[in-house]
């Protein structure tokens, strides 16, 4: 810090967050003063639960705190999964936690130690109007933050309600471990989330659907009453024993983004800057973790206090965007828990511990080899041990894969008038020999008019479908094991456009070719041409030229057909309410707007042979508003199951340009599993999945059939074969092709 800098700081908010930020930049030598509305000894909540990372940076930061702090936990390393009555057990997680009223009198005893001029009961004025007499304000003032909403315009906050009722309560016993416990009432689904936090008491956090909460009248119940519901409805868990509140009431959780953490002099911190879902762990531990790189960030820029909250902001927004991923997906699981509870109770227990995608199949091994292992038999891995979930096989109709792995479907615009070439036979033959189970094509249009580009590959001529014969007479004669899938499709109104390195949904320059939709509605309005709208005569040719093609690609050898009914193109824009405005008997209400993919469909299946395996492939969600819904995804799925489809391959987006993804790892994962676990159809999940590790640990939690790896073969065409070397399997499941053995070990990176 440069001689003579001392700030003037204002803290807005009294909780730990606060506090310890406070205190921190106290040990700084700045002048700081906290003011909190409650007095000192008020506190909702119970127990607060940090991790062994945050207390690390505790201890770097003022091992006074952590001293005090470390006296103080009650520490555990199980978590427990109640199922039906039976408690299944993994170990190894780790946990510390202790009392959120005995962490406030902590982080008191040490402000007033550092000179920090405590404010109880006093509310304070607004945050920007303290920002002209103070060189710092820290608002750390909640979720419901005065600073936040004041300055909406700056930090451009967006709020998510949850679809849950949670109410915090406590019971005066100590849990043995991390317990989760579902209680299938005649109302719907409720779980209990609990945790000891002192040798003598627990926090007990009671969670239920809005709608399971309304109809067992825990609306009408005050805090008392809901407090004696719940330990009636988990009173074995209990013992018996009561629970109790503290100001609790039942509440939904409000998922709090910011735009912006700061604002000039001002910085938002905690919950008032992000919040994540408690079911992943404390918003006590982000507010602390924040308060670490608040200060060291002013630390190392005292006379430059925007700058200094910029840097703050940039340090911490990785870390908070990846926990609020996480969280978000623990959130959705616990919102969809009724659809998981018949799972088997190990799997269903493996599936918990992993929602969130940070514990992993990899990772719960380390923690407990033995409880991941039984999991592991249950899903049908050899008792040998040394059997990946991922290498295990799979049937469809008449087809056995060798393995779980498959080859998305990427565009490689590279064909010539449709015709596969020499880079296809390259491109596909070298996956296939890499060990996946199942390799696809790109999407392979049905009509020179169904190209996306002029470099779309096609099976609309028997030049084509003798190319395509030549590639998949090479995968099944030098990588015997492998299968080979053709998607069909047809572009629509995304047609005509370049290939993807010259841009992506540009309309050609010149040569273009007319499109067509379910609609007249432009991809890009402005930019795309403007599609006419099928007439009757216009789908029956579209039929027959889908029908034609899954001829040809039987007589090619292809060993599984995948219909195409998602991104955007022909059959998917049907399927979509935004691009689908027909007034006709193909539009209007879902099954109307299923009737055109299903006829091809089904056309499509006479013609494609009874042993062989049909998939389609769906966008289970549009990412725009009054678009395809999870639940219309999954009764188009159905009917598509319905129809004769043995796996839905799901995807989601691409439909129309104004999209908004949720991008993230594995992020378009939890479509998939919930077609599957609510239809009990196979599927193919799809969508960011980069590692052996979330193959295998989607797979044993019952997420997918099936996983697609698209990037990653690109980037190493021997990916499953790599994944197999990195695990030590040495099965039938993954071969390395004989001219390649010598290779099968990973060769030294340097001198040792």
């Given amino acids: 810090m440069p001689l003579g800098t001392r700030l003037r700081v204002a803290v807005v908010g009294g909780g730990p967050g606060g506090l310890y930020c406070a205190a921190l930049l106290a040990r700084q030598g700045h002048t700081v003063e906290v003011r909190e509305r409650n007095a000192p000894d008020d506190t909702f909540g119970f127990g607060v639960v940090l991790s062994d990372e945050t207390l690390g940076g505790i201890e770097r930061a003022d091992t006074v705190v952590h001293a005090a702090l470390s006296a103080e936990f009650t520490r555990w390393d199980d978590v427990a999964v109640v199922h039906r009555g039976r408690m299944l057990t993994s170990g190894g997680h780790g946990f510390a936690a202790l009392g959120r009223r005995r962490l406030l009198e902590i982080l008191h005893e040490r402000c007033t130690d550092l000179g920090v001029a405590l404010r109880f009961r006093t509310g304070a004025p607004d945050a920007h109007a303290l920002a002209a007499s103070y060189d710092l304000v820290v608002a750390a003032d909640g979720v419901h933050s005065a600073t936040r909403e004041g300055g909406a315009g700056h930090f451009r906050p967006t709020v998510t309600t949850g679809r849950c009722r949670y109410i915090w309560l406590a019971a005066d016993f100590a849990f043995d471990s991390f317990r989760f416990e579902i209680a299938e009432t005649e109302h719907g689904v409720m779980q209990l989330h609990g945790y000891p936090y002192a040798p003598d008491a627990s926090t007990v956090i009671v969670e239920m659907r809005e709608e399971v909460w309304r109809a067992a009248g825990l609306d009408l119940c005050d805090e008392d009453e809901s407090a004696a519901r719940c330990a009636k409805t988990f009173a074995e868990a209990l013992r018996g024993r009561p629970l109790r509140g503290n100001k609790s009431a039942w509440t939904r959780f409000r998922t709090v983004v910011n735009e912006r953490w700061s604002h000039g002099n001002v910085a938002l911190l905690g919950d008032a800057a992000h919040t994540a879902h408690f079911s992943i762990g404390s918003g006590t531990k982000l507010a602390v973790e924040d308060a670490l790189a608040l200060a060291e960030a002013v630390a190392e820029r005292p006379d430059d206090v925007p700058a200094?909250?910029?840097?703050?902001?940039?340090?911490?927004?990785?870390?908070?965007?990846?926990?609020?991923?996480?969280?978000?997906?623990?959130?959705?699981?616990?919102?969809?828990?009724?659809?998981?509870?018949?799972?088997?109770?190990?799997?269903?227990?493996?599936?918990?511990?992993?929602?969130?995608?940070?514990?992993?199949?990899?990772?719960?091994?380390?923690?407990?080899?033995?409880?991941?292992?039984?999991?592991?038999?249950?899903?049908?891995?050899?008792?040998?041990?040394?059997?990946?979930?991922?290498?295990?096989?799979?049937?469809?109709?008449?087809?056995?894969?060798?393995?779980?792995?498959?080859?998305?479907?990427?565009?490689?615009?590279?064909?010539?008038?449709?015709?596969?070439?020499?880079?296809?036979?390259?491109?596909?033959?070298?996956?296939?020999?890499?060990?996946?189970?199942?390799?696809?094509t790109e999407m392979v249009c049905v009509s020179a008019e169904g190209r996306i580009t002029p470099g779309c590959a096609g099976l609309y001529t028997q030049e084509q479908a003798q190319a395509w014969k030549r590639i998949a007479d090479f995968v099944h004669t030098s990588a015997p094991g492998a299968a080979l899938g053709v998607q069909l499709g047809h572009s629509g109104r995304k047609g005509s456009t370049r290939v993807m390195w010259e841009g992506m949904d540009d309309p050609l320059p010149e040569g273009n070719w007319p499109v067509v939709a379910a609609s007249p509605l432009p991809y890009r309005p402005g930019v795309s041409a403007v599609p006419r709208a099928l007439d009757t005569a216009g789908m029956a040719a579209v039929r027959a030229d889908f029908a034609a093609a899954a001829g040809r690609a039987a007589d090619a050898g292809f060993d599984l057909l995948e219909l195409h009914c998602a991104h955007g193109y022909l059959l998917s824009g049907f399927l979509s309410p935004l691009t689908n405005h027909r007034t006709d008997a193909y539009g209007g209400s879902l099954d109307n707007r299923l009737r055109f993919p299903l006829e091809v469909f089904d056309a499509v299946r006479e013609a494609w042979p009874q042993d062989r395996p049909m998939t389609v492939r769906l966008s289970a969600t549009d990412w725009a508003p009054g678009g395809t819904t999870p639940e219309d995804a999954e009764r188009i799925a159905a009917a598509f199951a319905a129809h004769g489809a043995d796996a839905i391959d799901v995807s989601t987006g691409q439909v129309v340009a104004d999209e908004a993804p949720e991008y993230g790892r594995s992020y378009q994962t939890p479509y998939a599993d919930r077609i599957r676990n609510a239809l009990g159809v196979p599927v193919i999940a799809v969508g960011a999945i980069s590692s052996w590790d979330d193959v295998n640990s989607l797979l044993l939690a019952g997420r997918a059939d099936l996983c697609a790896v698209g990037r990653p073969h690109l980037y190493d065409p021997h990916w499953t074969l790599h994944a197999a070397a990195d695990q030590s399997y040495t099965g039938p499941a993954a071969p390395w092709p004989a001219p390649y053995r010598a290779g099968s070990r990973k060769p030294p990176t340097g001198r040792g």
């Fill in 308 to 440: 200094a909250l910029d840097a703050y902001e940039a340090a911490r927004r990785p870390a908070v965007a990846s926990t609020q991923r996480a969280a978000a997906a623990s959130m959705r699981w616990f919102e969809e828990i009724a659809g998981y509870v018949d799972q088997p109770a190990r799997q269903f227990a493996f599936n918990l511990l992993t929602r969130s995608r940070r514990v992993t199949h990899d990772n719960l091994r380390m923690r407990d080899a033995r409880f991941t292992r039984s999991v592991e038999r249950d899903f049908g891995c050899p008792d040998d041990g040394g059997t990946p979930p991922m290498f295990t096989p799979f049937t469809l109709r008449g087809l056995t894969l060798r393995n779980r792995v498959v080859v998305s479907p990427m565009d490689m615009y590279s064909a010539k008038d449709g015709v596969p070439g020499d880079f296809h036979l390259v491109h596909l033959g070298a996956r296939a020999l890499g060990g996946a189970g199942l390799v696809m």
